[in-house]
């Protein structure tokens, strides 16, 4: 796996979104930084109360995590965020999946998962984990990850570690392009 973190050609997403429902984009410009910190701040600081303060951390500051934005209907609802855990195994982490309380039942968290998933893979990874809070374990499953070990203690809270087996480039190039044209969540 290349230590070069550049979004390859294959990997281009459009700018414009379709006018479906639910759209997921690698974040690009500081204004979808900000969205991206945004949401971050309102669920694991303001709502959730994990963090105090900030949930930013040295992967942030670093500038190591992508993250990727989802939209219900252009408005930025939900972001997830992912980095090399381990580049020698293709390890990749999956980290900060939130999605505002008003658009839960929209549909939107598996598309953002499905993006962070494909994009380790175009990216060169071969797996994918997680530390997953208890009551999402399932959801997870859902989406084909298993669990890994047993619970632990991560960022203060109970969390199931998880982890996917990535699929193939070319599949997830062909996700991540439809995920950025816009899917509509009742056909997912």
Do not use: K
Request: hydrophobic share 40%; net charge negative.
């Amino acid at each position: 796996m290349s230590s070069d973190l550049s979004w390859p050609s294959e990997a281009t997403l459009p700018t414009s979104r379709a006018s479906s429902d639910v759209s997921c984009r690698r974040v690009n410009s500081a204004a979808e930084r900000a969205d991206h910190h945004a949401m971050r701040q309102r669920i694991f600081v303001d709502e959730q109360a994990i963090f105090t303060e900030s949930d930013l951390d040295g992967h942030d500051r670093d500038g190591s995590a992508l993250a990727i934005n989802g939209y219900c209907d252009g408005i930025a609802a939900g972001t997830v965020r992912l980095f090399v855990l381990d580049e020698a195994g293709g390890i990749w982490q999956g980290d900060r999946l939130a999605v505002l309380s008003t658009y839960r039942l929209r549909g939107l968290g598996g598309p953002l998962v499905n993006a962070a998933v494909a994009t380790a893979a175009v990216l060169g990874g071969t797996a994918m984990t997680a530390h997953i809070q208890p009551t999402n374990v399932r959801f997870f499953e859902r989406l084909g990850w298993s669990s890994r070990g047993g619970r632990e203690i991560y960022a203060g809270l109970v969390h199931q570690p998880m982890t996917i087996v990535l699929p193939d480039p070319g599949e997830a190039s062909a996700t991540l392009r439809r995920l950025a044209d816009g899917v509509n969540a009742r056909d997912l």
